[in-house]
C-alpha cells in the first residue's frame, strides 16, 4: 500500500470508528508527526476524505470531520434503499446454501447476543449483517458502489445504538430478510430490506431531531 494510501485509511478508519469525532479538527502537523509523514500525503488524504463526504475542508480553519444533516441522512437512506433493496434481490436469487446458513448464523447469534445485553457485539453483529448482504448479491457492480456508502453506513450507525428498541427492530427485520432469501423470493427480501432501512432512518431522523 503506498503512504498516501495508509493515510487516507488510517484518517477514514478512524472517523467511522468515532475516533475522530464529529466536528474534531485534524491537523496536518500533528498527523503527519504521529504517522511519521511529510504533511503532503495528510493533505492529500484530506481531499479525499472530503470527497467521500467525510471531512470538510474550511478556510482558514483548516480540515474538519463532518457531520450529518436531517437532509444527509434521509438522502443516504434513499440510496440505501436502492442499492443494498437490489443486494438483498440479488442474494435471493445468488446464495449458496452456504451463503443462507452464514446469514442464519448471523441473526442467531444477533439474537443471543441481544438476549444477554452484549450491545456492542449486537451492533457488530448488525454491521456484519450488512456485510453479508453485499457479498452475497454477487454482483461486482453493487460492490463498487456500497464502498463509500457502506463507511457512511458504519459510521451513522454508530450514533443510533442507543435509541431504545432500535437493536430489537434491526433483529426481527434482519430475520425477516433472512427469511425471503431462503425461500429464494426476489422481491419479497427487496422489500423487506427496503422496509428495514426506511424504519432505521425514521428513528434515527427522530432522535436528530430531539438532539438538536
Given at each position: 500500500m503506498q503512504l498516501k494510501d495508509r493515510v487516507y485509511h488510517h484518517l477514514r478508519d478512524g472517523i467511522i470508528d468515532g475516533t475522530y469525532d464529529v466536528g474534531a479538527a485534524l491537523r496536518e502537523v500533528e498527523i503527519a508527526s504521529r504517522l511519521g509523514v511529510s504533511k503532503t500525503p495528510v493533505r492529500e488524504a484530506f481531499v479525499r476524505l472530503e470527497k467521500d463526504r467525510l471531512v470538510e475542508l474550511i478556510p482558514y480553519r483548516g480540515a474538519v470531520?463532518?457531520?450529518?444533516?436531517?437532509?444527509?441522512?434521509?438522502?443516504?437512506?434513499?440510496?440505501?434503499?436502492?442499492?443494498?433493496?437490489?443486494?438483498?434481490?440479488?442474494?435471493?436469487?445468488?446464495?449458496?446454501?452456504?451463503?443462507?446458513?452464514?446469514?442464519?448464523?448471523?441473526?442467531?447469534?444477533?439474537?443471543?447476543?441481544?438476549?444477554?445485553?452484549?450491545?456492542?457485539?449486537?451492533?457488530?453483529?448488525?454491521?456484519?449483517?450488512?456485510?453479508?448482504?453485499?457479498?452475497?448479491?454477487?454482483?461486482?457492480?453493487?460492490?463498487?458502489?456500497?464502498?463509500?456508502?457502506?463507511?457512511?453506513?458504519?459510521?451513522?450507525?454508530?450514533?443510533?445504538?442507543?435509541?431504545?428498541?432500535?437493536?430489537?427492530?434491526?433483529?426481527?427485520?434482519?430475520?425477516?430478510?433472512?427469511?425471503?432469501?431462503?425461500n429464494r423470493d426476489e422481491r419479497r427480501a427487496e422489500r423487506a430490506m427496503q422496509s428495514h432501512i426506511a424504519s432505521v432512518m425514521d428513528d434515527r431522523l427522530k432522535a436528530f431531531v430531539r438532539a438538536s
Open positions: 470531520v463532518a457531520g450529518y444533516t436531517a437532509a444527509d441522512l434521509e438522502e443516504i437512506s434513499q440510496v440505501r434503499q436502492l442499492v443494498e433493496g437490489a443486494c438483498a434481490r440479488s442474494a435471493a436469487r445468488h446464495a449458496t446454501e452456504q451463503d443462507v446458513a452464514e446469514i442464519e448464523r448471523n441473526v442467531e447469534q444477533s439474537r443471543e447476543a441481544l438476549g444477554k445485553g452484549r450491545v456492542d457485539r449486537v451492533a457488530q453483529l448488525l454491521d456484519a449483517f450488512d456485510q453479508l448482504m453485499y457479498r452475497h448479491s454477487r454482483n461486482k457492480w453493487l460492490d463498487e458502489l456500497v464502498e463509500n456508502l457502506e463507511g457512511h453506513q458504519r459510521r451513522i450507525g454508530r450514533l443510533t445504538v442507543d435509541i431504545p428498541g432500535r437493536l430489537e427492530k434491526s433483529v426481527d427485520q434482519h430475520q425477516r430478510i433472512l427469511d425471503a432469501i431462503r
